[in-house]
């Protein structure tokens, strides 16, 4: 009885490596080929992890009921890992004037989307105001990681004739790369702010003041010193190994990695946000010597090893789904994710732009509508599930489950169509906002 359970276990097993080899496969193979087509190689990743789990193979769908643990880590270090690659990415210094469409962005329209789905999670779906909240703030953030197709490059080498001035002055997909690079750590106070009213009661004079104090003042700020400082020393150290070889640049490319969890890692024990740090550090290591060609090797690292992970966690999504993730969804909770792609952002993110002069009205609708969820919406919620009880456990992961899976499809299709749509209307030179704007 023991040797055929155990027989079994190494079955589930060996054929789950064969779902990965298939999807690390298809990574390698068809991933360059997406961008001509309007696909995108997340929907092959959840597809295949659905159906390798919805067929009749004996595999046992991942829950992430059963294994919060699991979800939560898994999910938390395919966020990390893509912040280090976007911040490796942007070429601009942070400032009032040159970042006031990611401002905007940030400020007015993630706020109205929380605030948007907390209400009608409350009033649409019946969720108690806590678990609202919560769901608003799992569902606030843009994928850093599902974004590729509408975010910048990837750092240029050191030679600056090579820098292509389009590509460079693109503000569009600028504002959407910062965008998904600092709303993926704005999403924590709010998360916790449904943590405290589920433990201390919906009363504001329950939790406001710690919630301002401890969860938005002291752990941005920590989150801010200690990504300056980290990335500047790890900076120091990264960018003086040598590259001239494949082996030294392979080398290099792991200092990735090593950062992107120092970073994370002693954020998180001195109390700060730990997402943002990655990302500030990432800039810091970026604008340590601008055009450094080692820039290229930890970028590299740090993309290939999210692709990696969001390939794992979509597959595990797929299957979940394939379980019954989505057992508990309601047509108002779909009807809630559809809102959310086709209204609540675009709308929120329309409000936000207005009167902008750094994007055209037509790079504002678009950036508005590809606020794309993904894998920190997974995180979130997972971490909000495993630190607080929350009665809607299965409706919440519905819910989201359904918003990300919706995305995934309605963005990954529309991304490269209107992406080469518009850049067949970018003039040779676009213009530029005048400094005194």
């Given at each position: ?19 990965i080899g298939l999807g690390v496969l298809a990574l390698a193979v068809l991933l360059h080929h997406f961008s001509d087509y309007p696909f995108s190689f997340p929907i092959v990743a959840l597809a295949l992890g659905y159906l390798a789990f919805a067929l009749p193979l004996g595999l046992k ?270 047509w108002e909770a779909a009807l809630l994710g559809i809102l959310l792609v086709f209204v609540l952002r675009p709308l929120a993110g329309m409000i936000s732009m207005f009167g902008s002069t750094w994007l055209p009205l037509r790079d504002r609708a678009i950036a508005s509508f590809f606020g ?59 213009r530029q906002p005048s400094s005194n704007c």
């Amino acid at each position: 009885m023991e040797l055929t359970a155990t027989l079994e276990i190494f079955a589930d097993y060996n054929l789950t490596l064969v779902v990965i080899g298939l999807g690390v496969l298809a990574l390698a193979v068809l991933l360059h080929h997406f961008s001509d087509y309007p696909f995108s190689f997340p929907i092959v990743a959840l597809a295949l992890g659905y159906l390798a789990f919805a067929l009749p193979l004996g595999l046992k769908p991942p829950d992430p009921h059963e294994h919060g643990a699991l979800a939560v880590h898994l999910t938390e270090l395919g966020v990390i890992i893509s912040l280090m690659g976007v911040g490796l990415k942007i070429d601009r210094m942070p400032s009032l004037r040159t970042w006031s469409s990611t401002w905007r962005l940030l400020a007015i329209c993630m706020p109205l989307t929380i605030a948007g789905v907390a209400f009608l999670g409350w009033w649409m779906i019946g969720l108690t105001p806590a678990a609202a909240v919560l769901l608003g703030a799992a569902l606030a953030p843009t994928d850093p990681v599902l974004a590729a197709d509408v975010q910048v490059g990837e750092p240029e080498g050191s030679n600056e004739e090579d820098i292509h001035p389009k590509k460079k002055e693109d503000e569009l997909r600028f504002t959407l790369t910062s965008e998904a690079g600092l709303n993926d750590s704005l999403a924590f106070p709010f998360t916790y702010l449904a943590l405290l009213m589920v433990a201390e009661g919906t009363a504001p004079s329950n939790w406001i003041g710690e919630w301002l104090l401890i969860d938005v003042v002291y752990k941005l700020a920590m989150a801010l010193v200690a990504g300056l400082a980290l990335g500047w020393l790890l900076a120091r150290i990264l960018l003086r190994l040598p590259i001239e070889t494949e082996p030294q640049r392979m080398k290099a490319g792991v200092g990735a990695l090593a950062g992107t969890l120092l970073l994370y890692g002693i954020t998180e024990v001195l109390g700060g946000y730990g997402f943002l740090a990655v990302f500030i550090g990432a800039m810091t290591i970026k604008h340590y010597e601008q055009t450094h060609q080692a820039h290229k090797s930890l970028h590299t690292f740090a993309e290939q090893s999210e692709q990696l992970l969001m390939l794992g966690i979509l597959i595990a999504l797929g299957a979940a789904i394939a379980g019954g993730l989505l057992a508990s969804l309601t047509w108002e909770a779909a009807l809630l994710g559809i809102l959310l792609v086709f209204v609540l952002r675009p709308l929120a993110g329309m409000i936000s732009m207005f009167g902008s002069t750094w994007l055209p009205l037509r790079d504002r609708a678009i950036a508005s509508f590809f606020g794309i969820r993904g894998i920190g919406c997974l995180f979130y919620l997972a971490y909000g599930l495993h630190e607080g009880e929350f009665m809607e456990a299965e409706l919440l992961w519905s819910t989201c489950a359904f918003a990300v899976v919706l995305s995934v499809f309605v963005h990954g299709v529309a991304a490269s169509p209107v992406m080469k749509f518009r850049e067949r209307r970018i003039p040779p030179h676009p213009r530029q906002p005048s400094s005194n704007c």
